[in-house]
């Protein structure tokens, strides 16, 4: 690839621009969605964007006593890992740009540095909603964290590789592996959800205890730079969810199909559930979660060696 | 008991202390004491588990009698017994706590302190409750001789910032949070995730509405008093037109004291579903407020076609009320209530039955009937716990004689019980709407009013959606009151939660801090200190020319 080539693939497509917007439509239609199940009108198409505008203009205010270098870099940063993490993902149907061997993984620690950069920012922070907030985004990420790449993991073993685009390529080519590995999707699904800290895993930003959580002393472009950061995480590791357990890449019209069955999935449990407490959700994902899907790899290993 | 015994048996309670007993009205015991006797008399009343203490009432008495008068209210059904202990106005007037006996006496002593100046001995709290931090010093508001200009005259307290000694982790809710709908500052002291103690301050949307009552006449303060509160607006009217009433002796008909408990109950439901709403919003569980505050519009469209307003109805006048419920709106009526009670049903079936939910109401914020009775709590949350305490019953007011409603109690005390314990409430509240529409007594509405009431005092209390309000007014004979103390349920139910909140997750705080369905409006009834130094207070005028100045003039 030449640099030139390069460079308009990070800017504009698949990542950048696109990405950014691709994020925006994401993200509207799971607030819409959400909306229409609480009998609300929801937002406009253009919501999001607006939002982020807003934002942008707005002046951005630094409390005393933190330190600049982590409070102006964190966001730019999380926003950073998310479209990096793109680049090796399967955006909007379209095979991924670059890949090497391990990029599975590389991608999954890409897309957990938001976490990790959002934590950081309400650890830097002076006011106390942002302390807890962090621990409890911290601890939230400890819960998911593992369950979440065990439930990507399955696929991959099933595809023997590493490489997001070859086990998309086997996924393409045999039965779906939500058939095949229904509780991995399931983890998946809601694993997917604490990751971006929707309801009922938003303990982190639970506004009725702890106003806006690590992120309330943000104003102006950091928090745009996170909210945007957010909504690109959502692009990602949906298209990534839906290439490996939805039937691989297929043609990008169907694959647009198959991420918004996910985003309305999303949607529903966010507007049936009611938010869980830190305990909780930790509960749940040590107590069923990881261990449902240490099950699932274990039958996968059990079945390949014997099918060997 | 009838409440005749009740009386009697008070009476002979207090009898050791009493330096002169009467009885003003049938219901009512008035037993002079000496403030030194005050602990002993409320144990007395206390052991034989005699009532609970409704209020505490602070009145001056003037300059020329030189006296300050603190008037200790305890209810037990339909009786109310008074203690009445008088106070030197010079010097620094004592009088002992009793909040060992009686933890709900702290608000309500701090309360006396701060307005009256009143020294409360061995209260465990006597920073200021209501009054603002910069309130000068040794000025007390509800005394007779206090001007305005008085407290701007003064230097402000410029006592430091009043907190916890030590190295704790506070984490401060309010006065501005999203967990609060209106303003209120608490600081929880946390490890972790675990609550280790609880404080609280009010005042923040404090209007000092018993003070400008004195200087309003009887029918002005009727509109003042509805806008105590924007949810049981309807509550104060009520209250303090049938205390007015009960002194003035005038008559209220039949179809008016109905129509009265008709537009109560329609609050009811109205005031539970928005609780609904914003216990389900506490709890993260938003879907539920959506559906229930849609639902609510139904009953506020009703209010709306009944009395043409939506939030304070005004119906209630003195003698009567001002709009009549005709046929046509007994059609809306039982349409309106046919919808609303399927929803109710809906909603008591989520509460009871959504494992999500529960796992944040089941078993949270714990409270046992003796615990219950100790904190005096009110209202539905004493009722969750088992206490059977609800003034339609206990003392019936009004129409509710003739309508009267069942009590609903719940055993289990936790905040399950509380979301049981209002939705049954509304169950049984759309049953009595019903009976009032289709049995409407005929007659008139309203009748004349005197302008002048005649001297005398009264207790009037009536069963708000939050508990029992309270009201004291007493009357010189004049065109206006010359003294009204408002005891809402809310602030008899804070004693609880700051209790109950020791020992529970961070995140169960706002749950139990909606689980009492808190009214700050209610708690505050706001004071400025205008002083010219003060570059922070700004009248109309000033506010539009600073605006002016700052943004230039439009173009």
Redesign the interface.
Known sequence: MTPLAALLSIMFFPAGITLILSGMLYEWADRKLVAR????IGPRWFQPLADTIKLLTKEEIKPQGLKSLLFYGLPIVALTGALTAALYAPILGFSPIYSFPGDLIVTLYMLSLMTMCIGLAGWNGSS??SL?GATRSFTQLFAYEAPFLLALLGPAMAANSWVIKDVSAYAEGHYWMILTQPVGFVIALIGLMGKLEL??F??PE??????AGALTEYSGRGLALFHIGKSVELVVAVSLVTAFYLGGIGNPLLFLIKTLVIVLLMALLQ??????????TVGLWWRYGALLALLQILILILLKGWLA | MTTETLLQRAGELLAPFAKGANNPETNRLDVQIAASDLPTAASALMNASWGYLAAITGMDLGTEANELEALYHFCEGAAVTTLRIHLPREGCPEIPSISDQIPAASFFERELGEMLGVTVVGTPDPTRLFLPDDWPVGIYPMRQDFKQEQAAAVEPDKTPERGWAGNK????IGPQ???LKEPGHFEFSVDG?IITGARMRLGYVHRGIEKATEARNWIQNLYLLERICGICSHTHTSAYSQGVEKLAQVEVPERALAIRELVAGLERIHSHLLWLGVA????????LF??SW?DRETVMNLLEELTGNRVNYSICVLGGVKHDIGAQHSVSIHKALDYLEERIRYYLDVATT?S??L??TRGIGMMSLEEAKRFGTLGPVARASGVKRDVRLDAPYGAYKRYPVSIITDDRGDMEARFVVRMKELLVTCFTIRTIVDNMPGGGIVTRFPRKIPAGETVSRVEAPRGEAFYYIKSGGGESPTRLKIRTPSICNWTSVLNKAVGH??????MLIAGMDPCFSCNDRMVTVRRKSDSNTMTWSELREYGIKKYGPRK
């Open positions: 199940f609480q009998n609300r106390r909603f807890i309801p009922p938003d303990a639970a506004e009725t205890e702890i106003v507007a049936m559930l009611t938010r869980l407490r830190i305990d909780q | 982790f506070i984490v401060p949070h999203p967990a995730e389900a919003h506490e709890a993260g569980f938003d879907t959506m559906y849609r959504d999500g939910f796992q944040r997750q961070l995140a169960d705080v706002p």
